[in-house]
Structure formats: C-alpha cells, structure tokens
C-alpha cells in the first residue's frame, strides 16, 4: 500500500475518534444551518405577523374619521388599544410597555370634513425595530384612505382617477437564473459553506504536525523509511478531506430543511430552493481547490510552529484572513463587484460568489474556471510550502 | 554495525550563536554489542542519535549505520534502525495493535506478514491484555510496552535507545533492560543514551563518554576505570569530562 495512503487512513482514523474535530466536520455545520435556517424562519414567519402586534392610541373624542383609522388599522390586523395621555405614552415608551401610539387628538374629522390636511402625531422609540414595522403598516393603512379620500375629491372635480398616481413604475422581471432561493439565504450561505470548510480543517490542524512534535511522535514518523513528503501530503489528504466533509455536511443541510417543509420555514423557501443537483456540483467543483489550499495553508502553519499553542494562535489570525472576503460575500451583492469577473481573482472571495451564483441558479462559466484555476495554482503553491517546511531539518526543533 | 568517522554538527542559534552540538565524533558499534553513551542533558547525546537517524544533517564527517552511509542512503539507514525514547507518546486515540500495524506498514509489512509479526510483538511483549483499548488508557508502564513493539516491528539491525527508562519505575525500567539484553543477544547493534550509571553497568559493554558535543573517552567499564584511576564508573566518568577539575578550578 502507498505509505501516503497508510498516513492518510491513519490520520483519517484519528480523527474520526475525535470528539472535536468530529463536531467541526458535522455537528458545527449541520447545527449552524440548522440554526439560520430556524432563526431565519421565525423571523421571516414572524414579520408576517407584525400586523398583529398591539398598537396604542390617545383618543379624547371618538368620531366618524378617528373610528374609521381605527377600524382600517384592525382591518389590517393590528389591535389598538387606548392610553390616556401623550404624557403617558411617552412614559410606557420610555418602559419598553409600549411601541408606538398615535394621538389622534381632536381635529381629524374637522380637518378632513373642510378638505384639509391632517397630522398624526405618531410617538415611538427609533432603535426598536417592531415600532418601525407597526409605522410602515399604519403608513400603508393611511395611504389607502388617503386614495379613498382624493379619488372622492378628483370625483368632485371630474378628474380621471388614474391621475392619483400620474407617474408609477411598471415591473417588468427578466428571469436570468434558472432558480430563485431567498435573498437571505443567498447572503448568509455561501459565507457559511466557506467559513466551515476552513474550520472543518482548522480543528484538527495543530494537532497534527505541531501536536506530533509536542508528544514526540513525529520523530517515530521521519525515523521511518517513507519520504517526508509522503507524510506531509497523507497528512494534507486527510485535512483536505475533513475540510470537504464540513462542507458537504452544510450542504446536506440545507436540503434536509428543504425537504422537512416545515410550516415557518415556507417564507424561506417560497420561491423553492435555488439549488439543483447541476448547483451542488458547480459548489463542490469550487470547493476542491479552495478546500486543497485551506487544508495546505494549515499543514504549513501547523510544520512551522513549534507546539499546539504557537499553532493555535496563528491558526486564529489566519481564520481573520479567511473570514473577511467570505464576510464581503455576505453584502456583495449590493455593490457593482458582484458582476465584475474581478471578484473570481479574489481567493475565498471567488468560491463564495460561485455558491451565491449556484444559489440563485446562475453558472458563470469563465468565473467558474478563473474559481478553480486560481484555486488550484494557490493549493499546488500552499502544497509545495507545506512540503518544503516538513522537510526542513529544523522541522523538528526550530530555534 | 553503526561507524562514525569525524561526524560533526553545528548549527546557529540566534541566542548563543554558532554551537557545535557534536564535534568530531568516532566511534564504532558492533552487532551483538551494547554502546552506552553517557553524558549530562544537552551533551549531544540526542543530536548524536538524531544524525545517526537521518533526522538531523551532518555539518562534517561521515557515518554509516548497517553499512549504509547517512547522508547518501538514508532510506536504508531509517529502514535498518529502531528508535526509542521514553519521552516518545504514543497516538492517544489509536489501539496498540493499530499503531503496530500503522508502523508495520510504513515499513512496508503488510498482510500476513504484517499480521503475525503484529500478533508476534503482542505476545513477546505481554500486551494481550490491552492490545485493542486505545492508548490514552494505558499506563506509563502499558504505553513503554507498546513503545518497545514500535520500535521492533521491522526487526531492525540497529536500535537506539534514548534514555529509555527516563519516568519509570523500578520494575519497568527492569523490563525495558530485559526488552535491551534480549535483543543484544539477537545479535542487533545497539547504542543506548543514559545518565544512569547503574544501566550503564548492567548493560553496556563499550562506554562512550560525551561532554560539550565531544566524544571524551570510550571503552569498556574496566578500561575507563584503570585510565583514569577511578574505582566507580560514575568518578570515571566525572573524572573523564574533566568534572572534577572544573570543581577544584
């Protein structure tokens, strides 16, 4: 048998039986997407119930136009409930009891019934975020009876309705994928997938050239007749593989909660899921090679340092690096980058945005390929550092 | 047979600058014969066997182990040594019976072969008992056992011991010179580090003395004591590495 393949399956062994690097490769991956996905799904289930939050509201006089905003706002699905002074709204805001009030005060049906303008004073905490949504559906309430009121007026007057809205933006969707998955998962995803394949590694990357070092174990290994080289790659093979595994076991996830169909997850996935069996494959394509240069980049750091410790801390600072382009993916799609081929130059970066095209159904042959060219020129590089460290005679004691 | 010829090594250190670890080292170890080398921590005992070993380079001189010379043929040189320490941990999450077949095959043993020189070392050795737990479990006294197997699953030629009782008690160290005798009756070469003078006595048949990354004196117990008039080992040895009269200075 190969003695690189004998290093491999051993290394492969070992980890296997580790606890940590067993909740690196499956439990770490599967449970953050599993989370996302719940957390996700709440929050997208639970906006759709903002409406239904309590409102409170200030009303000395109850009349014809203040009951008719009322009845609009419960129409809606909002619940109004009255407070007896803006002195005291102000004061349960303050308390966090109350969200947000509306003082209709007294002047509402006089203002409207002589054809003039209104204010409604609306009091609310800025920094609460359910406040900010009860506004926009009290907006959008107060919009329809404003078209109720002037399409009356234009009525009055004999003009043409239309002319409530004399200029709109007519939609016209030009579907470019051939899939559609929700824009938050398109963000957060890709992110997760790369991120996890360098932790997938990173967990049992100190223990095992530094760790070696540090038991005395590596000696037995380089006093054997098998080339240093062998070793190094058996034991790179191996990371590689605990690199691809976390991945794939995030990919795994996603389709297992796609396929549970769980009530509070439909906002999620009502669009479907953009990945298709073509989409995974393009994933794991771009993965090989980032996958390859993860798994180089930590045996090199791992040969450098002198024990686990010293290992650890530059795996950390190396994390940082690996971290900030898989974060710049989260927002790349605001920004002009995201259709500029530049970004498929870019390391990391380049595998990411291969996972949120594959997301959104779109393959970019040519960013396909740059992907795993230059992730394939960064792996044999890292490889032949890696290598060359291993074999350095100080490998074993590093002044 | 291990032979060294002038074998010297230096490197630098950013803190003490240039250190010559081992200087003009040679000797000779015949099959069938115990080499002690002694000397205090940090003479150059470990870089010694480390370039016998192929792990460190040799900045001069040459050596040969098995007749293989170290610095052209080291593939054959690591195929025809065992090498031992007590410091040497063994892969926590692995069973002795895995780690014998792991280095079996990095030797090139496989299938039966491999199995029976695996099952082999289990018995000879009395490992029976614990061969399928994993080694986390296993004593100091467990873990030397298997240590030992390791080290003679290829059935090398030439075995370096590097203080191998280091952390023992009485009745394993007692073992592990057991393990040593038998293996110089096999007729292998072996070199054995310590600086424990009653091991050296009991074992050793050719005494190199080591101080300061030199070779001080060697021979045989007897011919240390009547060079350097002594009547214990241990006041040769001091009296040998120039102990004695640093003290007086």
Redesign the interface.
Known sequence: ?N?MF??YR?EM??ML??KRVRSAMFVGPIFSVALMFMLFGLIFSSIGKATKTTVHAIIPKHDAATDGFIKALEKGGMKVEELPSVADAEAKIKKGDVRLALDFGEGMEAALGSNKPFKLPAYFDPSEQKAQIALGVIEKSMSAMNEVIVSKLFEEKQIDKAMLKPLSVERKEVKVGDTNTNEFLVQLLPYLIVIWAFYGAMSSASDMVAGEKE???L?????????RREVALGKLFALATASFLATASSIATIFVFYSLKLDFLKPLFEDGLGLNLTGVLVILVALVPTTMFFASALIAISSFARNTREAQTYLAQGSILVMLPAMFSQIIGFTDFAQSRVVYAIPILNAANVIRNALIGKYDTVGIAMTVGIGTVLALVAMAWSVRLFNR?TI?NR? | MVRTDSLSKH????KRGDVRAVEDATFEARPGQIVGLLGKNGAGKSTLL?ML?????PSSGQAWVNDYDIVKEP??V??S?G?M?S?????G??SPR?ILA??G????L?GATLKSKVDDLISRLDIGSYADG?CDKLSTGQKQRVNIA?TLIHDPQVLFFDEPTSGLDVVMSQDVMRFVEEERERGKTIIYCTHIMSEVERLCDHIICIHDGELKGQGSIEALKALTGENSLEKAFLNVVGYNREVMA
């Open positions: 048998m003695p004998t290093v051993k062994r070992e039986r580790d038991r005395q174990t000696e037995t290994l380089l006093i054997s007749p098998v080339a005679e074993l002044i | 490197f630098f250190d950013p480390r070993s192929t792990v460190l380079t593939t054959e690591r195929r040594i090498f320490s410091s040497t941990a063994l892969y999450r692995m895995e792991y280095f095959e990095l030797y090139g496989q994993l390791r």
